[in-house]
């Protein structure tokens, strides 16, 4: 059971390059989510999914966009790069079970810089 | 808007002794308030969690404790060890569907417990 799997753990970028950062999940979840986390900000949350073919924008989602296609995967685009996506994203998902709360499991995060 | 401010930012303390970190929200509607710890090179992982209908919560060394009419909850990580050295997030979040259930996290503790 590989839980949650983002791909590429690094890459650097220049600036206005595209890319996209890969989420899959092998836990059969129905919710996931995007963030990124920067040095004593937390984490912020991007975009977020309920379901395939469900997104919505969560705190921080400007130059950033993503998909949902099937319920594994969740994948998320730079479109023109710019050195304030330098960060760390990661991605994360947990069940849907009626109103009991799950834990979010996250993967190991990917290190992006633009430069 | 920070919903959830954390605080300190870092904390040093000696094997064997007490670890308290704390946090203070602000939307009254949040009804369920986790703890992650992340490691360098991982991603978060949910270390206890306490939802506002009890006001303590204790799993082993860790124990959640809650001030609903503060809006404050905090971690204490009894007899810490160099093992806990590692950043703590607290967060909160309303379980609605239509939301996704997402995480408001604080801006993180960075905890070093020295031998």
């Known amino acids: 059971n590989a839980g949650v799997t983002q791909t590429p753990k690094f890459r650097i970028l220049k600036i206005g390059q595209s890319m996209t950062l890969q989420c899959a999940q092998d836990?059969?979840?129905?919710?996931m989510y995007w963030y990124r986390q920067d040095p004593g900000m937390g984490l912020k949350l991007i975009y977020y999914s309920v379901g395939a073919g469900i997104t919505d924008k969560g705190e921080v989602p400007n130059g950033y966009n993503v998909s949902r296609s099937t319920t594994e995967d969740f994948p998320l685009r730079l479109e023109l790069a710019a050195p304030s996506q330098t960060s760390v994203y990661f991605c994360?998902?947990?069940?849907?079970?009626?109103?009991?709360?799950?834990?979010?499991?996250f993967g190991d995060g990917t290190r992006l810089s633009i430069l | 808007q920070q919903q959830v401010k954390q605080s300190p930012q870092s904390l040093i303390v000696q094997k064997g002794g007490i670890s308290i970190i704390n946090c203070a929200y602000e939307?009254?509607?949040?009804?369920?308030f986790p703890w992650y710890q992340q490691f360098p090179g991982k991603g978060p992982a949910l270390l206890i969690a306490i939802r506002p209908d009890v006001s303590e919560k204790k799993e082993g060394r860790f124990t959640i404790s809650f001030n609903k009419s503060a809006k404050q909850f905090s971690l204490h990580i009894m007899d810490s060890q160099p093992g806990d050295s590692a950043t703590y997030f607290c967060a909160a979040s309303l379980d609605l569907e239509t939301s996704g259930s997402r995480l408001t996290f604080g801006e993180g503790t960075q905890l070093t417990v020295n031998p």
């Open positions: 836990m059969n979840h129905n919710y």
């Open positions: 939307n009254t509607a949040f009804d369920y």
């Open positions: 994360a998902s947990r069940p849907r079970q009626g109103k009991s709360n799950q834990p979010q499991h």
